[in-house]
């Protein structure tokens, strides 16, 4: 079941390309912390795979190392956009602050991804 802030109509917006990518992901909320794996992940935020449910337009703060394109942890502030309960169960967060260099590197990794699929 897809919850979102607009249960009337769900139009998927995306700005930026995902790619699949399984990655820790430590997740920050005031009085609560978990690490969960990341579905995928784009320059624009990241699904998570998670059952704990977090009402949409929560903010939280998310680190996560991508070995392949940094040697630091990525780290962002996000916002929960949309609660999956059916299919892929978890949390879309979109990045709502996120150094620009982070942010290219994630879509550097999605452009290439992306190029590798259409050979």
Known sequence: MLET?????????RLYSRIPVS??????????????PSVDLSAGGV????????????RVCLV???PIIAK???RAEGEVVRL???GKVG????FVDISDDDRA??????????????Q
């Open 105 to 118: 590197l994630l879509g550097e990794l999605a452009e290439k991804a992306d190029s590798l699929r259409q």
């Open 84 to 86: 999956e309960s059916s």
């Open 72 to 74: 630091y942890p990525i």
């Open 64 to 66: 996560f190392s991508v």
């Open 47 to 58: 699904f998570l795979d998670t059952d704990r449910r977090l009402p949409v337009g929560t």
């Open 23 to 36: 990655v820790r992901v430590r997740v920050r909320y005031p009085d609560l912390e978990f690490v969960v």
């Open 5 to 13: 802030g607009m249960e009337d109509e769900f139009v998927e917006r």
């Open 91 to 94: 949390l879309a967060v979109r």
